[in-house]
């Protein structure tokens, strides 16, 4: 099974597990299934009752004044109806509509009627408040304002990666968001938001019958301080920005770090070393002698904390590299050790793992956890960890095709899962309170081109290499005419 076409995604509103649902294996058969005009197919597991809920709940989300104030009408509900009664309204509609189940017993059956009329499951376990606590947002707050004051980068260093110009928007990021958003609280809560991802994964696994690919979802944001990963982000586009700086050319994905470059790299940045200081310094970083250094390789070579790292940090003309404390190392290692925990409890019950894709400020840090740190260790075989990839973003194609590139050089599996994209209009505003460009398209007809370019650049490599796809999308034309393709 090469590809899976994922077509829903239910949001979770409240406590209990959310499900989307995909049909898997583009054969005839899926073919002739999927015929969207053929609504006698798609809802035959649905009773009427089912159907009126359906309408009744997408009417209400089509007035925008009820879905802006969602949070203080159920305020106003829970309020009015009390607790007992607004869970059972809730249940018959909204958290109905959109949550599979509070545990196993209440799930399964759900699976399996949608599993006899060809259609699988992606459980995502959700117990923690989707509204952070108040204390926690201005906390939050204020460690984004003391991460701006303390960054050791300046103002013109963000000039290079300006989406990642710290700002008040860090902290309260349910505004305007559509996916559920994680608050550093404490280490303990992120060890706890790890155990509900592993509970997530073993119940994919025990959910899941034999032949079929289970399925779990994770958000790195849950796992650790948000600025330790604003941090990290830095860490990762400063040193593809030294890269650029010292590379033979300014394609990023063919561009390499030659020892000819890189003397004349540094002699442009007044880095004064002498030639046979720069030789040991190129050998240190062209570890297996081949005398080019990739993109993927220099971001290797250069871990946050090490030697070459430090050193690069303390010459002037690399300014932006940020600087990483003894605090952030150690966050690191907590961050990483449970995303390792998560992958081999993924990797013995052997669920997918797709790790969501969150605001640009994060995207270096997770796509560098993800794809640097996660896949080359655990997707040796298969793909067991999918990346994401956002097509709402300018820079997705490149950021896709070198992805891709990596792996096959480095001979893993890669796992996809591209997405439109959930952070559209908090992009936006974030750009322009940063003084940034917009990194999104500026049409969705741009986005939808950059979608179908995607999935086309995917379908022509999964047939030659371990590649696995999952089209996420809800969009008709993408799934129709990715079965085409
Ligand atoms: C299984 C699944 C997993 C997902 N995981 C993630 C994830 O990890 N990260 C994430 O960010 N999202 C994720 N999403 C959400 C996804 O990104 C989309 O927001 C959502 O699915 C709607 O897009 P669509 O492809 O279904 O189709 P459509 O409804 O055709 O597209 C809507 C999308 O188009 C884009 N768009 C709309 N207007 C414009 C415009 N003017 N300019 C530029 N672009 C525009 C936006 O991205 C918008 O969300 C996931 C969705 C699914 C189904």
Redesign the pocket.
């Known amino acids: 099974m090469k590809m899976l076409v994922?077509t829903?995604?239910c949001f979770r509103l409240s406590t209990g597990w959310k499900y989307?649902c995909?049909s898997t294996s583009i054969t005839e058969t899926t073919k002739k299934a999927i015929e969207f005009e053929d609504t006698g197919t798609a809802y035959q597991d649905k009773s009427t009752r089912d159907l009126l809920r359906h309408m009744f709940v997408f009417s209400i989300f089509s007035y925008e004044n009820i879905v802006n104030r969602s949070q203080k009408l159920v305020k106003f509900a829970r309020d009015i109806l009390g607790s007992k009664m607004f869970n059972k309204v809730m249940k018959m509609t909204v958290y109905g509509q959109f949550v599979a189940g509070e545990n196993i017993q209440a799930i399964l059956p759900v699976i399996d009627r949608y599993r006899r009329n060809g259609v699988r499951a992606?459980l995502d376990y959700a117990v923690e408040e989707d509204t952070p606590n108040e204390n926690v947002v201005l906390e939050t707050r204020s460690n984004a304002a003391s991460h701006l004051a303390h960054s050791s980068l300046t103002s013109s260093d963000y000039e290079h990666f300006p989406q990642l110009k710290p700002t008040i928007t860090h902290a309260d990021r349910t505004v305007r968001a559509?996916?559920r958003t994680y608050f550093y609280d404490t280490e303990k809560k992120c060890d706890d938001v790890m155990k509900n991802f592993l509970s997530c994964v073993n119940m994919a696994a025990d959910t899941t019958v034999e032949g079929d690919a289970a399925f779990a979802?994770i958000k790195l944001t849950g796992l650790g301080r948000v600025e330790f990963l604003l941090k990290l982000s830095e860490v990762v586009e400063g040193t593809r920005h030294m890269f650029l700086d010292l590379a033979d050319g300014n394609d990023i994905c063919t561009a390499q770090v030659t020892p000819q470059s890189f003397h004349s790299g540094l002699r442009a940045k007044s880095i004064m070393v002498s030639q046979s200081e720069a030789d040991d310094l190129y050998r240190k970083i062209d570890t297996d002698h081949k005398r080019t250094i990739s993109v993927y390789d220099w971001i290797n070579r250069f871990q946050p904390g090490n030697d070459l790292y430090k050193y690069f940090q303390a010459q002037k003309g690399f300014g932006t590299l940020t600087v990483m404390e003894d605090d952030d190392l150690k966050q690191m290692q907590s961050v990483f050790q449970r995303v390792h925990t998560i992958a081999e409890c993924a990797e013995e019950r052997n669920v997918r793992l797709?790790v969501?894709?969150?605001q640009t400020y994060f995207q270096p840090a997770i796509r560098h956890i993800v794809v640097h740190v996660l896949m080359p260790k655990y997707n040796r075989e298969r793909p067991l960890i999918f990346n994401?990839i956002?097509?709402?973003l300018k820079d997705a194609r490149e950021t896709l095709k070198m992805d891709v590139e990596y792996s096959i050089k480095s001979g893993f599996s890669y796992g996809v899962?591209l997405?439109?994209?959930?952070?559209?209009e908090q992009e936006r505003e974030g750009a322009v309170l940063k003084g940034a460009p917009d990194p999104?398209?500026?049409?969705?007809a741009?986005?939808?081109q950059c979608?179908n370019d995607s999935v086309e650049c995917i379908m022509k490599r999964i047939r030659d290499s371990n590649i696995q796809m999952?089209v996420?999308?809800?969009?008709k034309e993408?799934v129709k005419k990715t079965i085409e393709l």
């Open positions: 994922r829903l995604r989307s995909y992606i559509s996916a979802a797709m969501d894709a969150e994401t956002q097509c709402y899962k997405v439109r994209g959930a952070y559209l999104l398209w500026s049409s969705k741009e986005t939808n979608y999952m996420a999308t809800h969009n993408s």
